[in-house]
T-cell receptor, first 109, second 113 residues
Framework: QKEVEQDPGPLSVPEGAIVSLNCTYSNSAFQYFMWYRQYSRKGPELLMYTYSSGNKEDGRFTAQVDKSSKYISLFIRDSQPSDSATYLCAMSDRKKVTFGTGTKLQVIP | DAGVTQSPTHLIKTRGQQVTLRCSPKSGHDTVSWYQQALGQGPQFIFQYYEEEERQRGNFPDRFSGHQFPNYSSELNVNALLLGDSALYLC????????????FGPGTRLTVT
């Protein structure tokens, strides 16, 4: 069993839709949770970084962490074609960062 | 402010050869981590360098080695290349080894033939 499981996608949505991206994990030692966006042939870009359970909002992005269920989510409101990319969840146990496999998102104009 | 830079951008090597990849961290960052990203997969942690020493290591054989210089830049060396080493190699920097806010470079795409 992988430590981090991410919905495989690909996910295709119309412009303006609310997008929900999710990951589950099995390692209780994970304390820090991140979301990265990766455009084709580019390095990942840090979008959101959270430590505790609950919600964190930044513009159109909301990160949600539920440690009791070992489940994290990223919501994108009013999705734009420029949001089309691969979204990677990542988690840290203070020793190393473990990434999910990524969900490819396409926002159709 | 320059972000994380990596060189070269692309590289083609033959099985059995050795390769060196280079990384310069973001200004103000002293910790460098290296990742391998196979096509369609998430990045896999190779190792982390801080104060010129390897501090953490992922599940990679000792064919993978590295170095960090006094100016915080870093190199990743891979010996005895295998076809399976073909991947995007990413360098990430952070302002200290406890920080989880990592900033990634554009990567070096290595092809082993």
């Amino acid at each position: 069993q992988k430590e981090v499981e991410q919905d495989p996608g690909p996910l295709s949505v119309p412009e303006g839709a609310i997008v929900s991206l999710n990951c589950t994990y099995s390692n209780s030692a994970f304390q820090y949770f991140m979301w990265y966006r990766q455009y084709s042939r580019k390095g990942p870009e840090l979008l959101m970084y959270t430590y505790s359970s609950g919600n964190k909002e930044d513009g159109r992005f909301t990160a949600q962490v539920d440690k009791s269920s070992k489940y994290i989510s990223l919501f994108i409101r009013d999705s734009q074609p420029s949001d089309s990319a691969t979204y990677l969840c990542a988690m840290s146990d203070r020793k190393k960062v473990t990434f999910g496999t990524g969900t490819k998102l396409q926002v159709i104009p | 402010d320059a972000g994380v830079t990596q060189s070269p951008t692309h590289l083609i090597k033959t099985r059995g050869q050795q390769v060196t990849l280079r990384c310069s961290p973001k200004s103000g960052h002293d910790t460098v981590s290296w990742y391998q990203q196979a096509l369609g997969q998430g990045p896999q942690f190779i190792f982390q360098y801080y104060e010129e020493e390897e501090r953490q290591r992922g599940n990679f054989p000792d064919r993978f080695s590295g170095h960090q210089f006094p100016n915080y830049s870093s190199e990743l060396n891979v010996n005895a290349l295998l076809l399976g080493d073909s991947a995007l190699y990413l360098c990430a920097s952070s302002f200290d080894r406890e920080s989880h806010e990592q900033y990634f470079g554009p990567g070096t795409r290595l092809t082993v033939t």
